[in-house]
């Protein structure tokens, strides 16, 4: 009790102190706190491609809404905020729930933005998108886009129609992080419950809360604040101008399978995927590991095998390679793993030269 009570002094007077130190002094004049401002570069132009952020279901609700029901324009006129940031145009990519986005899908979006992207009028671009997969196509993008103007993805967790959609916020932070000059260069981003991703890192972590997106021990780049962009990190990986990847004559994409390790999981599946595949990804247990039937199996495959982990964070280096043929994916998810040797599949197969690029990308 006697220590509640000093602790409760001790406070009390360092609040006074507070209170009298900031009553004395002067507050700071805005010209000596240097905040970001949203800067008016140019038109930012909004790609969507649908998922929840173009949701419609029973108002209130969160789960049971048709995804990929409102168009580019419907979530535009809904914030009419986005004018007082950058002058807007629309673009209906397609309007999809994003499981159902394709190699297709991936390739128009590069094509169109670095189309696009050469008009001096435009600034920056947003994509609408469903969060299952915003973490891949951020991925694909931020290795074949060509431009140094700002990429940024964004979605929702909750439908336009629930209680406290988070769309709007997202859409309006997105565009913010679009039209800045701080986001010039730092590759495709992602923008999600006021912080910003960049696309390598980014995945997404929860099925239905509006914290879903995150980049687990890599962590966020930056974060928004009433329209202000803030920096703090970026990615040291090969992106946009600087990647090889060109994707302005390709239709399709090469096929490659991802296939999950569990214990007692059926090599057969393996055997499956390589019949089926150019390429396979393996999300192995810990640092990519997996059973005596399954290495029996990967050493005999002839097209390349990618080691990934089943497991969120962490890294997987040659030296803990079980199978010699094997790549390893240094700390890409499978499915980002993937997207990585679909591109790599474009120009090589050969292993050595493949797992340079997963070092690199
Ligand atoms: N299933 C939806 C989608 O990815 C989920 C979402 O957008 O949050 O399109």
Redesign the pocket.
Known sequence: MKKLVSVLAVTALLLTGLTGCAAGKKKSSPAEVSVPEVTKSGTVVILAT????A?VGEAGMTAGYE??TLTAQDLISAVPQLEDVAPIEAVQVCN????DITDDVWITLANTINEMAADPDIAGFVIT??????EETAYFLNLTVKTDKPVVIT???RPSTSISADGPMNLYESVCVAASKEAVGKGVLVVFSDLIYTARSVTKTSTYNVM?ISAGEMGASGVVRDGAVYFYEQSTRRHTTASRFDVSGVNALPKVSVVYFSVDADPGILTYAAKNSDGIVIAGAGAGEFSEEYISVVEGLKIPVVISSRIDDGIIIPSNLLCDNTIAADNLSPQKAAILLRLALLETSDTEEIQKMYFEY
């Not at 998108?129 to 915003?134: A, P, S």
């Open positions: 649908g998922g929840t952020i949701g995804p990929g999809v729930n994003s499981d998108h469903g969060t299952d997969t915003m979605g929702s967790m879903a």
